[in-house]
């Protein structure tokens, strides 16, 4: 009797699977830890009568607090693993999120801040990255971009889901719901998708082995800058101005994000307010669509920059010019929305254009840093505009002047570096 030999057939690529769950992670991180501290803003203030300026310094530690374990969380990985960082990362955020909800006194509200800040960072940029990047090499870029777009997505899905849990339900019980949720979910793709490694399946990043048929190796970069020592980069004008951008850029943008919701409420109410939240995210992925578009055809990551600061400078304009409601209104909320996801996508590929390839990493790194240590204090520096000035024209006046000085500051670095991206023919 013969036994036909039936070779098994190849397991599916399982980055793929990465991706997908890298996707709804960054969903529950940008959502919750990200656009909802705007919200908790709002109904705290509302809730307990407490000084704006307080509360915004809580919402100031939340970030602080953040880019601080974001500069650990490699340790956190290399010690407790990727899977039990994310896990516990999510199950610190919803503590602290149930923290806000529930305070009674000034302290306990900084506490959940702590929680909150550093549980959201293994769900942010720094943790997706580490997810996704081992399964892929030559596709990590496009991989990265479909995962970070359920950042985008976070935003839309919980600025109008807050709003209206908390108006139904209430803030402590919208925290304990939208929390379990996150943690069920969070722990079934940790086990799904992230206890596994391409050597342990046997696979190789990018699904394919070099030798695979139609796999074909792009050119490397044709990047032509010398290597620059530690002491002299932080003297580069390059660098100089590219982290400087970066870094009052989303100054302003924290800034305005934090108190928009607030703002937004009185004329547009809580539920208008987080509609028009998720308007701003969903124009994030417009713009940041746009500009991937637009960079074959310019070459120049930091004119494609420029455009998109200058474009969320009139946004931030035609809010101050608005009433409240209105056209105006609506048409800043799209220019401003336009580059939120600019901000910080852009100047990445500005580094890969500026600085050899050696030193892309380490770049990148610092501008990153120094960008999340500054915008740490844009909610309690924007508060204290607010508090100054009710009309909210010095409020969303400053706003503008940072998004122009951040242009300004990136256009005069300009200079004839290799082009990563060629101009279309």
Do not use: E
Not at 110 to 123: E, I, M, R, T, Y
Not at 298 to 315: E, F, I
Not at 382 to 393: I, N, Q, V
């Amino acid at each position: 009797m013969w036994t036909r030999l039936i070779a098994p057939s190849p397991r599916p690529f399982h980055g793929t699977t990465v991706v997908r769950a890298a996707f709804v992670l960054a969903l529950f991180g940008w959502g919750v830890g990200f656009y909802g501290p705007p919200i908790y803003l709002h109904a705290v203030v509302v809730r307990t009568g407490w000084p704006l300026a307080l509360v915004s310094g809580a919402v100031t530690v939340h970030f602080l607090w953040g880019a601080a374990v974001v500069a650990c969380l490699p340790r956190l990985h290399a010690r407790w693993g990727i899977p039990a960082t994310t896990l516990w990362g999510a199950v610190a955020l919803a503590l602290g999120v149930a923290g806000w909800a529930h305070a009674s006194q000034p302290w306990q509200l900084f506490g959940a801040a702590l929680l909150s800040g550093g549980g959201w960072v293994p769900l942010g940029a720094a943790g997706i990255n580490a997810m996704v990047s081992p399964w892929f090499t030559r596709q990590r870029p496009a991989a990265l971009s479909r995962a970070y777009n359920g950042a985008s997505i976070g935003g839309m899905v919980f600025s109008p889901l807050w709003g209206t849990l908390i108006a139904h339900m209430g803030f402590g019980q919208a925290a304990w719901a939208v929390g379990v949720c996150m943690v069920s979910v969070v722990g079934w793709l940790v086990r799904l998708a992230l206890t596994v490694t391409p050597a342990a399946l046997g696979q190789s990043p990018d699904g394919k082995t070099d030798g695979a048929p139609g796999h074909r190796a792009p050119r490397p970069p044709d990047v032509s800058w010398p290597t620059l020592p530690g002491h002299t980069l932080w003297a580069n004008h390059r660098f100089q101005t590219l982290a400087a951008a970066m870094a009052l850029g989303l100054f302003a943008q924290i800034g305005l994000l934090t108190h928009l919701y607030a703002l937004l409420s009185s004329g547009l109410g809580t539920q208008g307010a987080g509609w028009a939240m998720a308007l701003a995210t969903a124009c994030a992925i417009g713009g940041r669509t746009l500009s991937a578009r637009c960079l074959p055809f310019t070459g120049d990551p930091r004119t494609v920059a420029c455009t998109s600061w200058a474009v969320q400078m009139l946004g931030s304009l035609l809010l101050l010019t608005s009433p409240g409601q209105g056209p105006l209104l609506w048409a800043g909320i799209v220019l401003f929305g336009a580059g939120i996801g600019n901000t910080t996508s852009l100047p990445p590929l500005v580094a890969q254009t500026d600085f050899a390839a050696q030193d892309v990493a380490r770049v990148v790194a610092l501008i990153v840093a120094l960008s999340q240590a500054l915008y740490a204090l844009a909610p309690m520096a924007f508060a204290l505009l607010l508090a100054t000035d009710r009309s909210t024209s010095l409020f969303f006046g400053a706003a503008a002047c940072l998004q122009l000085l951040a242009l300004t500051l990136l256009w005069s670095g300009r200079q004839a570096a290799p082009a990563l991206f060629p101009p279309h023919p």
